[in-house]
């Protein structure tokens, strides 16, 4: 399915349920700031976007973040005839937003990632694309809507975080047209530059230290791993799991979190040579090649970290053939 297929499900549904990912990062709250913009602005639907989690303190300043609800609000909201997931690469990803859905609403799902397995009603999901707010950029073109300033400043976001400052490999061409766009509409690049990369807190620099200072080393300093202890959970722990990969020797860096389930949340880096994407099938999870996650059940952090190196030192040793 292509991008006039979204359009034409767009077009065709007047009361739309919103949403993106649980734990959501930049890219998954840009897409659903402008998505929403776009139904309810440029083609008058009613629309309620809906979190399934409350918005990290970095992306706080997004101007509209205002009108995002969290589900118990959401469910008041409907009904709904159609359901829109932006960045969200399987339906389990949706938390508590699940529970909103009744039969009969039309599933459009928008994404960018690999392991997407394509299963809502109506899927757009382009590989190709460094982020889903620049595959939003393309639904505005296409309809012929201009993003404000604020909307801008949303994509711009969602372009900016998921190509890692325009350095991924999946930067092209027509990520940075799309950017240069982006400014040229209002976007609020520095703005954004300055609190998603730079403005932090204390507690998150420390946490950080403590972090790296825990990471283990393995297989000639090329598998790094570490872990966020249950009283680091209150930080922005997002990029921590990048500071490893920066190491020069590292192809793979593994983070591990504990959740409230009693189940460990894995977040994977490659810089390479494994495509990480695979790796995140054996612990029910997915994402890009280069960066992706899952879940996995331990007894306690020491086999949870057992058990990811074991993973990821088998998956090295097979790379090199
Ligand atoms: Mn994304």
């Known amino acids: 399915m292509t991008l006039h297929d979204v359009v034409d499900a767009l077009n065709a549904h007047q009361r739309f349920l919103v949403t993106t990912h649980q734990n959501p990062d930049g890219d998954a709250v840009g897409s659903l700031l402008a998505m929403a913009h776009l139904l309810r602005a440029?083609?008058?639907?009613?629309?309620?976007?809906v979190l399934p989690d409350p918005v990290a303190k970095r992306y706080r300043f997004l101007p509209g973040l205002n009108t995002l609800?969290?589900?118990?609000?959401?469910?008041?909201?409907?009904?709904?005839?159609?359901?829109?997931?932006?960045?969200?690469?399987?339906p389990t990803r949706i938390g508590g937003v699940n529970d909103l859905i009744k039969p009969g609403m039309t599933r459009i799902n928008i994404d960018h990632h690999v392991t997407n397995p394509r299963s809502d009603d109506v899927c757009w999901v382009n590989t190709e694309a460094s982020a889903t707010s620049e595959m939003v950029v393309d639904i505005y073109r296409e309809l012929g809507a201009?993003?404000?300033?604020?909307?801008?400043?949303?994509?711009?976001?969602?372009?900016?975080?998921?190509?890692?400052?325009?350095?991924?490999?999946?930067?092209?061409?027509?990520?940075?047209?799309?950017?240069?766009?982006?400014?040229?509409?209002?976007?609020?690049?520095?703005?954004?530059?300055?609190?998603?990369?730079r403005k932090t807190e204390a507690k998150n620099v420390r946490a950080l230290g403590q972090v790296i200072s825990r990471m283990q080393l393995f297989d000639d300093d090329s598998f790094a791993i570490s872990w966020?202890?249950?009283?680091?959970?209150?930080?922005?722990?997002?990029?921590?799991v990048n500071t490893m990969l920066d190491i020069d020797t590292v192809e793979i860096a593994a983070l591990i979190r504990?959740?409230?389930?009693?189940?460990?949340?894995?977040?994977?880096?490659?810089?390479?040579?494994?495509?990480?994407?695979?790796?995140?099938?054996?612990v029910a999870g997915g994402g890009h090649?280069?960066?992706a996650g899952g879940t996995l059940k331990a007894a306690d952090i020491n086999s949870a970290l057992?058990?990811?190196?074991?993973?990821c030192l088998k998956a090295l040793t097979s790379a090199r053939g």
């Open 146 to 197: 201009i993003p404000t300033p604020d909307v801008a400043t949303a994509l711009y976001t969602g372009i900016l975080t998921d190509t890692g400052q325009f350095a991924f490999p999946s930067t092209t061409a027509k990520t940075l047209h799309a950017a240069a766009e982006l400014v040229e509409q209002g976007a609020a690049h520095e703005q954004v530059a300055l609190e998603t990369y």
């Open 289 to 291: 090649p280069l960066a």
């Open 69 to 90: 609800v969290l589900p118990r609000i959401a469910g008041k909201q409907g009904p709904f005839d159609a359901l829109v997931t932006l960045d969200v690469s399987s």
């Open 228 to 240: 966020v202890s249950h009283d680091e959970l209150d930080v922005d722990h997002e990029g921590f």
């Open 42 to 49: 440029e083609l008058d639907k009613y629309v309620v976007a």
């Open 306 to 311: 057992a058990s990811v190196t074991e993973m």
């Open 258 to 282: 504990p959740l409230d389930s009693g189940q460990w949340k894995l977040s994977m880096r490659s810089a390479g040579m494994v495509d990480v994407a695979e790796l995140a099938k054996n």
